[in-house]
């Protein structure tokens, strides 16, 4: 497995933008599909964006598609969550996870993914 640590969260208003990243340790970073996914108080868990590990193939959900991108750089071991023009509904706690590669599909439940991170909080205020 891998180790993930997410940083970048905090606290910003309605159209702004964060960056969020993720540091992996262990020598099969790169092997690994990476996504994001978040959770909002008292809501399920959900699929934001995930990577090839390659970074050849990103896919989004509609929720955040043409807002927030997804890249990774596999020479530091980190994967990284752009988030622009931001909603005060993007407010969730942002969790990267990691997934040994298995098939062309890039899965978005988040059983699909075996390493999770702790998380970090995003607040979006209006």
């Known amino acids: 497995q891998v180790q993930l640590v997410e940083s970048g969260g905090g606290f910003v208003q309605a159209g702004g933008s964060l960056r969020l990243s993720c540091a992996g340790s262990?020598?099969?970073?790169?092997?690994?599909?990476m996504g994001w996914f978040r959770q909002a108080p008292g809501k399920e868990r959900e699929f934001v964006a995930a990577?090839?590990?390659?970074?050849?193939?990103?896919i989004y959900a509609d929720t955040v598609k043409g807002r927030f991108t997804i890249s990774r750089d596999n020479a530091k071991n980190m994967v990284y969550l752009q988030m622009n023009s931001l909603k005060p509904e993007d407010t969730a706690v942002y969790s990267c996870?990691?997934?040994?590669?298995?098939?062309?599909?890039?899965?978005?439940?988040?059983?699909?993914?075996?390493?999770w991170g702790q998380g970090t909080q995003v607040t979006v205020s209006s």
């Open positions: 990577i090839t590990r390659t970074g050849g193939t990103r």
């Open positions: 996870a990691a997934r040994a590669p298995r098939g062309i599909v890039i899965p978005t439940t988040a059983a699909s993914y075996e390493s």
């Open positions: 262990g020598r099969t970073f790169s092997d690994n599909t």
